[in-house]
Structures are given as C-alpha cells and as structure tokens.
C-alpha cells in the first residue's frame, strides 16, 4: 500500500533543504555571505535562473539575527500600481474599494528581511521609490500624508545584467549603485560539476521520500552523463530532471541525452542558452505558456517579454 503524503507534507520536506555545495567557489561564496548577514546594508544576488537566489536570500536571513520576518515578493508579477501598494500598504479610502487601510510588506517584514526577487522588473517609475526608501529608511503608504519609517534589511536578486540594464536607460543607475554595495553572484551548475554528485544524492534522497517510492542511489554512469550536461536551468533543472525520471521510472541518465545536447557550451552566448533551454520547457509543456513559465520559476511577464525580444532579434 502506498501511503500518499499531503502537499504540506512533500512541501515541508522540500524546504528543510538549505543552499548545499562543497565547490570551492560555493564555499567562498557562503562565507562571504556569512559575513555581511548581520549588516543591514542591501544585498544584490546576480545569477542564473535556478542557481539558488531565493535559497541564498533565506540563508542571509536566517543567520542575520534580525528578529522580525522573511518576506519575499517578485517584483515581474506585479503592475506598478499594484507592486506600490503590495509594499507600501494603502490608507483607508486611497482608491476605490480601499475600504480599510492595510499595512504593506515593507511594514510586515519591519526589522526582518524583504526579498525582492526579479528586481530588474521593476518598473522605471517605481525604482525611484525603492532608492528612497534604501536612504531614507522612510515610505510613504498610498493616500497617506506622512511617511513612516523601516528598519527592513533589502535583498534584492536578479537573473538579468543590471549594469547591462542601466546602459540600455530601463534601470536607474541611482538604484543600482544603492543595491550594488555588496553583489554576490550565484554559480551557474556548469561551474560547479563537482556538485552534481552531492545535490543529486539529496535531491534523489528527498524526492524517494517526498513521493514514497523505493531509496535509489546515482550510477556511475548516471553521475557521468549528468556532468557533461550544460544545465541552462541549473539546480531547478537538475532537481526537475530527476523528479521526472524517478517518477517515470526512466534511468536518470537516459532523459539527459534526448535533451538536444549544445555541442561546445563556450560557443553560445548565455542567452542562447536560455533560449534553447526555454523554448525545450515550452515544447515540454505542450506549448503551455503559464505552465512553462511555472516550471522555469520566472513570471508569466517576463517569459512574455523574453519570447518577444527573440521574436525581435530574429525578424
Ligand atoms: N545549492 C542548492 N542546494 C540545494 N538545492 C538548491 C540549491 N540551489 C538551488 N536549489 C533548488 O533549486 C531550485 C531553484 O532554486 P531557487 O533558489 O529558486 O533559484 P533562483 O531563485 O536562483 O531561480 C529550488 O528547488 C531550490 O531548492
Ligand atoms: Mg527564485
């Protein structure tokens, strides 16, 4: 009989996971975090999509000491309007339907963490704002007169160049600086194929548990194919990939080799690669666009705008 664990059950399983890596670059990485969890100065993740951005954030939060919550928002899901309100909160009758005020997230998380993931969404406008509040430690709620003070610590990531950004005048260079004060760069997988072994042993582990299937262990020749794969989707794709065969009950080194391997990854671009990458999880996804951008851990919107730049670049 199997015995079919809830989704709370599989979800408190999934997030026991802390940011694991032996890699010399990971460890540097760690410590380095370690060391400013306590400050209370912005931090800026830069990395690929599934590197371990959000993982890393909770990390800094967790050994920061700082008493109130981890709150974290993704800056793509949200219009300008409605991104305003989500972390300024409202006043009572500041727009039509505001019937009660509400508190924001920047108050929720006061003397906490706030995330704020996909911080190269943020809309042009809007960033003025944030920069206010990271010097003045003041904001003001939607309808409100005064400002009210935070003592909220800003972590902010992105999977996108911000520099790149500021060059193309879509973010404010102000902002940037502000947020750049301590940058950290999350490693692609690909440079840390010393890793696979370990985060596939656990991911293989927790998953048996989470799905109650029978404790399996990586192949030699399993672990061998899996490193000679470039990864664009990295540690999410990794996880995904074995989700997929331990379920399917497919080798874990068979699926891999279907996936249109790149010849020589130092030939393309980053972009090419999240391309492919992106295009593969779309035709996955039987061309489901919603449930692609799901699998990817990025917003509807901005698989939207990715697809049309594309659509751009090659007309
Ligand atoms: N170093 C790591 N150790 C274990 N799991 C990881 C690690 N990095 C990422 N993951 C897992 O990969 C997935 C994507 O991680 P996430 O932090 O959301 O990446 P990002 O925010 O950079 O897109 C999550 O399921 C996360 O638990
Ligand atoms: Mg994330």
């Known amino acids: 009989m199997h015995h079919h664990k809830s989704a709370t059950e ?19 990485l760690l410590n380095a975090l370690d060391s400013v969890a306590t400050k209370s100065s912005p931090i800026l993740l830069e990395g690929e999509t599934g590197t371990g ?53 920047v108050a929720s998380a006061n003397n906490g963490t706030l995330f704020l993931d996909e911080i190269g969404e943020l809309a042009y406008d809007f960033q ?43 973010f404010r260079a102000d902002l940037f600086y502000r947020l750049s004060v301590l940058p950290f760069t999350a490693p692609p997988l690909r440079d840390r194929l010393d890793d696979i072994e370990g985060l596939s042993n656990n991911f293989i ?69 999240e391309k492919t990458f992106i295009l593969h999880t779309i035709h996955e996804n039987n061309g489901n666009k919603s449930k692609a951008a799901l699998t990817l851990g990025i917003s509807r919107r901005t698989l939207d705008r990715k697809l049309k730049r594309w659509k751009e670049l090659a007309a």
């Open 10 to 28: 599989r979800k408190a399983i999934r997030d026991r996971n802390p940011y694991a890596g032996d890699n010399p670059a990971v460890i540097q």
């Open 53 to 105: 951005k959000s993982l890393l954030a909770r990390r800094i939060h967790d050994s920061s000491g700082r008493k109130g919550r981890f709150i974290s928002i993704n800056c793509a899901t949200f219009s300008q309007n409605l991104l305003e309100t989500e972390l300024f909160g409202h006043t009572k009758g500041a727009f039509t339907g505001a019937k009660q005020a509400r508190a924001g997230l």
């Open 128 to 170: 003025a704002k944030l920069l206010h509040l990271l010097e003045e430690k003041t904001f003001r709620p939607v309808g409100a007169d005064i400002e009210l003070t935070s003592s909220v610590r800003i972590i902010a990531a992105t999977n996108r160049h911000l520099k790149q950004l500021v060059k193309e005048g879509a």
């Open 205 to 273: 582990a927790q998953l048996c548990e989470e799905h109650s299937l029978p404790a399996t262990t990586l192949t030699p020749q399993s672990l061998k194919t899996l490193k000679t794969y470039h990864w664009p989707g990295n540690i999410r794709e990794l996880r995904n990939h074995i989700e997929r065969s331990l379920l399917l009950n497919i080798p874990l080194q068979k699926k891999i080799t279907s996936l249109a391997p790149i010849r020589n990854p130092s030939d393309k671009s980053l972009e090419a690669h």
